[in-house]
């Protein structure tokens, strides 16, 4: 069990909204670490979707959303399109494991 | 634009001594931090550990008495040695390049590594 959890699947259909949680504690998301999310689509590499909390790289399309409050952090994608189908992981730093961590991911299904 | 590329031996033994190494491109390495992540089969992301400024290591501690990462800097490099592997340790191993707060912002294609007898 990871220390960063996140809901193991959410579904949505095509143009709704799904949110993703990633709960911590006070060793790292609650520590005020940088939260980060990754997009994983099947078979490929992991893809930097949002960096420091709510931050999109170049490229990212604005469907993509990240926040931060207390010792959880959330993604939110609107507008469901089905490209938007893989799995999704959350990463912070933890002080107590003096490293990174990743949430186990979540699997987004578009119905 | 900056690539990474991993290359390794595949297939191992239970007990050898795994050897991984990150080639980068189109940006240098003797900046930011260079990660090692793995991920078994079917499961999700492991962090394995982190080098930068040219010296300064962190490893999962669950791993730290296995695993040594380096640079090679003249070479453009980062290296992962896992020693005494086991079918534990059968996954893609994933090479990256992070900055300061921890994304990592470019990722190799991964390598499958196989630990079988």
């Known amino acids: 069990q990871s220390v960063l959890t996140q809901p193991p699947s959410v579904s949505g259909a095509p143009g709704q909204r799904v949110t993703i949680s990633c709960t911590g504690t006070s060793s790292n998301i609650g520590a005020g670490y940088d939260v980060h999310w990754y997009q994983q689509l099947p078979g490929t590499a992991p893809k930097l979707l949002i960096y420091g909390n709510n931050n999109r790289p170049s490229g990212v399309p604005d469907r993509f959303s990240g926040s931060k409050s207390g010792t959880s952090a959330s993604l939110a994608i609107t507008g469901l399109q089905a490209e938007d189908e893989a799995d999704y992981y959350c990463q912070s730093f933890d002080s107590r494991l003096s490293g990174s961590l990743f949430g186990g991911g979540t699997k987004l299904a578009v119905l | 634009q900056v690539q990474l590329q991993e290359s390794g031996p595949g297939l191992m033994k239970p007990s050898e001594t795994l050897f991984l190494t990150c080639t980068v491109s189109?940006?240098?390495?003797?900046?930011?931090?260079w990660s090692w992540i793995r991920q078994a089969p079917g499961k999700g992301l492991e962090w394995i550990g982190d080098m930068y400024d040219s010296g300064t290591t962190n490893y999962k501690s669950s791993l730290k008495s296995r695993v040594t990462i380096s640079l090679d800097t003249p070479k453009n490099q980062f290296s992962l040695k896992l020693t005494s592997v086991t079918a534990g340790d059968t996954a893609v191993y994933y090479c990256?390049?992070?900055?300061?707060?921890?994304?990592?912002?470019?990722w190799g294609q991964g390598t499958l590594v196989t630990v079988s007898s």
């Open positions: 189109g940006g240098s390495i003797s900046t930011y931090y």
């Open positions: 990256a390049r992070g900055t300061v707060g921890g994304a990592m912002g470019h």
